[in-house]
């Protein structure tokens, strides 16, 4: 029960970055690349948003790179929240 209950929080906790960078009215390419140079705990959950903001940019045209990278944030929060979901009721 108490394993299942950290597990939950975590990913709970894991998710907020990714519904964060989704939900955001600014969009700055500076922040992230802030938040991974100054060090702590932000910088391993930062880490994959600014990994994934990179593929977008390499990948998709300037006005379409940011919709995408929305899109891919908010759908990885939904995943963690749903694996939130399944260990607690699953488990």
Same mark, same amino acid.
């Given at each position: 029960?108490?394993?299942?209950? +950290? ?6 906790? /894991? ?29 391993? +959950? ?12 390499? +990948? ?11 899109? =891919?944030?908010?759908?990885?929060? /939904?995943? /963690? =929240?749903? *694996?939130? *979901? *399944? =260990?607690?009721? +699953? *488990?």
């Amino acid at each position: 029960m108490f394993v299942k209950l +950290i597990m939950c929080l975590l990913l709970l906790a /894991l998710s907020y970055p990714a519904f964060s960078d989704a939900l955001s009215k600014r969009f700055d390419d500076k922040f992230f690349n802030t938040l991974l140079w100054e060090g702590g705990t932000l910088t391993l +959950i930062t880490l994959p948003s600014v990994a994934l903001l990179w593929c977008c940019k390499k +990948i998709f045209k300037p006005r379409s790179y940011q919709m995408v990278f929305r899109s =891919v944030a908010f759908l990885f929060g /939904l995943l /963690l =929240v749903s *694996g939130a *979901g *399944g =260990v607690w009721f +699953i *488990g």
